[in-house]
């Protein structure tokens, strides 16, 4: 799995890109972390259109940054999520505390 | 319906056997001539139950997992995804959206409801101290 973090006005994009599983996403999940609590953005983006498959794990990996953005009174954006991905975070709910695109 | 194809694997409780489990069952029934959305319902649905297997069956990552898949002539893919883990106490409950027992994780507690959801059939059988057994059934469209 490969991700890149930018930063740039107050907004942290996260691109990822490959397959999200609960193996995969793990390093990801500190690597994001870290960044959004060294930089504290506003605005966290979370770019799923290179993503080819997700399972629940990636449920659990918008809804673990949604609590940590949220605790710094941040937002979450999940960007370019294909019909299955977003069937998944809807499914699971995520839509109520995302914006899902 | 008889059965024209059949397969069996034995993987450890390594999370990064994730992967290898849900694209070696694809390949497998990639000769029923799947969609493309098929397919990819099929992947989703197994890599929440070998998931599960390696997240809550087992705690250690010497854990075996079967995974068996027979295709049936009617174009019928069943696959069974067994472990000899710890057991689930009440199936019924585990079986409920946003139900997990993992409380640090970030666990959705989804897995078995997007197995229903991307599948036909689910049925889950299990004993505590025992193990569980998943068995997931899929018509592939002709």
């Known amino acids: 799995m490969q991700y890149r973090i930018d930063m740039s006005d107050n907004i942290l994009t996260v691109s990822l890109a490959g397959e999200i599983d609960h193996h995969n996403i793990e390093p990801v999940r500190e690597a994001v972390d870290g960044a959004i609590l060294s930089r504290r953005p506003s605005l966290l983006i979370l770019d799923f259109s290179k993503i080819s498959f997700m399972d629940s794990s990636g449920f659990g990996f918008v809804m673990g940054r ?36 | 319906m008889k059965i024209i194809n059949e397969m069996k694997a034995i993987i450890s409780s390594k999370s990064v056997n994730e992967g290898y489990a849900r694209v070696a069952v694809g390949a497998f029934i990639a000769q029923l001539d799947p969609t493309l959305d098929e397919l990819a319902d099929i ?23 079967m995974i068996q898949v027979k295709l049936y002539d009617n174009n019928r893919a069943v696959i069974i995804i067994k472990d000899w883990g710890k057991g689930i106490e ?35 059988t299990s004993k505590p101290g025992k193990g569980t057994r998943v068995v997931l059934e899929k018509y592939i469209s002709k």
């Open chain 1, 66 to 101: 949604y609590k940590t953005m949220n605790s710094l009174g941040g937002q979450v954006i999940v960007r370019g999520s294909n019909k299955r991905i977003k069937m998944i975070l809807e499914l699971s709910g995520a839509g109520k505390y995302v914006t899902i695109e």
């Open chain 2, 43 to 65: 992947k989703t649905a197994v890599s929440e139950a070998v998931t599960n297997c390696i997240v809550h069956a087992y705690d250690r990552p010497d854990g075996k997992i």
């Open chain 2, 90 to 124: 009440d199936v019924k409950k585990a079986l409920e959206p946003c139900f997990t027992t993992s409380e640090g994780e970030e666990r959705s507690g989804m897995g078995f409801t997007i197995m229903e959801t991307f599948m036909d059939k689910l049925r889950v």
